[in-house]
């Protein structure tokens, strides 16, 4: 991809986040809305349709056009903006940007296959009595006549910007509309303006040699508006209008290739905007490039590791403790800066969860709009910041609980009506960092999960499907949900919702139903990410989703331990106390229905072996014993003890997704990286914390 096309995503998702900001101030008061945001919009769709155009997208150069020509009937007041057409809005900026942010990851993109069509989807609203003060029986040609008499309008304005600036009348003939508004878009920008010309004879490949100088001229940091190719007895004359696209670009190595004339300088524009915007200067970095620098840092850590052994026993060979402890105060030190660095590093990869929240809420009200249901959305702890890679996989999962929150919970305001509830329902979102772990949750007020609809349609599905109910078999009849007293093992209830091709809906419809959703959250939550869904309803009442997913981190601090002479890893944050049985005198431990049960300090913590979490035999617990008390998130045993025979070390650590074969082991989330006392490179597997309370 080249860079003209790298620079054209970054603006335009940029230009979209606006317009959707934008939106966003409309939709809280559409009858009061103010022209200059209006106006904001127009300019911000110009924008992307001019650039869209110069880079040859001309299908979304088009649905900018359309959304424009409307937004100038709302600001002329031939056009009623009314929430609906709003959210309608909101929609069609929402996928123009999923589809920008798809076509941007293609090798060759073509955006052929874009696939909305602005006009019928905003037709009702800017056509009916009830929001337009036009005729409707205004002819489809007359308005075909206006919009390009608009455009010819649009393409004057910008020749005649450019030609007040180039005033080079027969060298403007020669180019396109849609160069000149790209030149009109680098002047704008305060960039130099260049005339290149370079001489080819009929006797030599001009062809390839043309092509090699254009491909130069490129690699030099320019990008090239327009070539223009003229026939000059036996050569060819290629005339190139080009500009810079970085910073300092090789002037001189240039005029080695092509002669050069100046047609606009731009560089007394360009620093007086660095100086009046010093504190708006942001650099774009690929998060391939913030991953090799993360790697480079566990590197580091490694290598610090290996030194930090290598040089205890070799100062425990040479006995001189002043001189130890001087080097173990400098590799401390080495310690705090590569976590300095980890910061630093990691900072840039995170951004601000508030635009995922925005969305999701957009989301939830076109889906609520679709369904003739009313909501309110609420959104607490927006200001956290998230990693960016995190954040692009957890979109998905959170719209697709957004979406069932709309459809399968909130009810029709006259069924909440019935109810003694409002007419409008309301969802919150809520996110919370807790420690290592990022919560997030999605709380409906709606109808909550009812036991017996979700058992009906459990049977239907294992009859529908008999070779994923043979896999998946929570059970064959009701009474293996309900405990002995008749009451419903919610738990078990809420598993049925994540089997795949499971629905509680009869038919898909525009919000949900199509039963992959939430298998498929689950799927990318707990094995891609090493997160946890979880599930809280009350019938008439509600539902609330949570996801738990650990931050970002390159080096974490962790306790090696041995069982069964095999080293294992466990993160030291969650972990909040440790104790040594038999020599603690202030436990005891009993058994209860086979399970060991540790008491102390009046409460009970159920103990659990390596064995148990990898699936093996359990076996008896050694004489002696360290119990780790780990806090291993919400449920039934939020606070859980490890059995473990050896504590090696405390240190920090690098966790890498090293092996999938290793990563794929039940009740491993990770490894560690270690070098060997021989030098070798030694592969621990960190236990997962999240899944402990699963194995009890």
């Not at 891609?528 to 809280?536: A, E, I, N, R």
């Not at 038999?582 to 436990?587: A, F, G, N, V």
């Amino acid at each position: 991809m080249n860079d003209l096309l790298r620079i054209y995503f970054n603006e335009t998702e940029e230009l979209i986040d606006q317009i959707l900001d934008n939106l966003d101030v409309l939709r809280s008061d559409p009858y009061q809305h103010s022209i200059d945001v209006i106006n904001e919009l127009m300019r911000r769709f110009h924008t992307i349709k001019g650039s869209s155009y110069s880079v040859g997208f001309m299908k979304i150069g088009d649905i900018a056009h359309k959304v424009e020509d409307i937004l100038v009937g709302v600001r002329d007041g031939k056009i009623e903006l009314s929430y609906d057409m709003i959210l309608k809005m909101i929609d069609i900026a929402q996928n123009l940007k999923n589809f920008i942010s798809a076509l941007s990851h293609q090798e060759s993109p073509s955006d052929e296959n874009i696939r909305f069509d602005v006009e019928s989807i905003l037709r009702a609203d800017y056509t009916d009595s009830q929001v337009s003060r036009k005729s409707v029986a205004e002819s489809q040609s007359e308005r075909k006549r206006a919009i390009a008499k608009e455009i010819e309008d649009d393409k004057k304005d910008v020749r005649s910007y450019v030609l007040e600036r180039i005033k080079d009348e027969q060298l403007l003939n020669e180019l396109s509309d849609s160069e000149l508004l790209q030149l009109k878009n680098s002047i704008e920008k305060g960039k130099d303006i260049y005339l290149g010309f370079l001489k080819l004879s009929f006797e030599e490949d001009f062809d390839k040699k043309g092509r090699d100088t254009m491909e130069k001229i490129r690699e030099l940091g320019f990008e090239i508006i327009s070539t223009i190719m003229k026939i000059e007895g036996d050569f060819v004359v290629v005339n190139f209008i080009i500009s810079p696209v970085k910073d300092n670009p090789d002037i001189k190595e240039l005029e080695k290739i092509i002669k050069l004339q100046n047609l606009w300088r731009g560089a007394q524009k360009t620093h007086q905007v660095d100086l009046s915007q010093q504190q708006k200067v942001s650099l774009k970095i690929e998060i391939s490039e913030v991953e090799k620098i993360m790697n480079i840092i566990g590197d580091m850590v490694i290598v610090k590791n290996a030194i930090q052994s290598s040089m205890e026993k070799f100062m425990n060979l040479v006995g001189n403790q002043e001189i130890a402890q001087r080097i173990r105060d400098n590799i401390s030190e080495m310690g705090r800066k590569i976590r300095e660095l980890q910061d630093i590093v990691l900072d840039v990869r995170m951004g601000p969860i508030e635009d995922i929240l925005k969305m999701i809420e957009r989301t939830i009200l076109t889906t609520a709009r679709q369904l003739g249901k009313e909501v309110v959305v609420i959104r607490e702890g927006e200001n956290l910041t998230i990693d960016a890679e995190i954040g692009r996989r957890l979109r998905t999962a959170l719209l697709h609980i957004a979406r069932n929150a709309v459809s399968h919970g909130i009810e029709p305001p006259e069924e909440r009506i019935r109810a003694g509830k409002k007419p409008q329902g309301e969802i919150k979102i809520r996110v919370q960092r807790k420690g290592e772990f990022i919560s997030i949750d999605i709380t409906d007020d709606g109808k909550g999960i009812i036991p017996e609809k979700v058992l009906e349609r459990y049977f239907a599905w294992r009859k529908e499907f008999p070779q994923l109910a043979s896999h998946f078999n929570l059970g064959e009849t009701e009474l293996d949900f309900k405990r002995p007293d008749g009451s419903w093992i919610e738990e078990k209830i809420y598993q049925i919702l994540f089997l795949p091709g499971f629905s509680t809906k009869n038919q898909a419809d525009e919000g949900a139903g199509r039963g992959a959703g939430l298998y498929e959250v689950k799927k990318e939550i707990e094995e891609s990410m090493k997160g946890k869904v979880l599930v809280k309803s009350a019938v008439g009442e509600g539902t609330t989703f949570t996801i738990i997913i650990p931050t970002t981190k390159i080096v974490v601090e962790v306790v090696i331990f041995k069982w069964k002479g095999e080293k294992f890893a466990l993160p030291l944050s969650p972990i909040l106390k440790t104790e040594v049985f038999p020599e603690s005198k202030d436990i005891s431990i009993r058994t209860i229905q086979g399970r060991e049960i540790a008491q102390l300090g009046g409460r009970e913590y159920p103990l659990i072996t390596v064995d148990e979490i990898f699936g093996r035999e359990k076996g008896n617990l050694p004489d002696k014993f360290f119990i780790l008390i780990v806090e291993a998130g919400e449920g039934k045993y939020s606070e859980v003890g490890l059995v473990v025979e050896e504590i090696v070390d405390i240190k920090d650590s690098v966790m890498k997704n090293f092996d999938e074969d290793i990563l794929m082991l039940r009740g491993i989330s990770a490894v560690v990286e270690e070098i060997g006392e021989d030098g070798t490179k030694e592969i621990i597997p960190v236990v997962d914390i999240m899944r402990i309370p699963e194995f009890i």
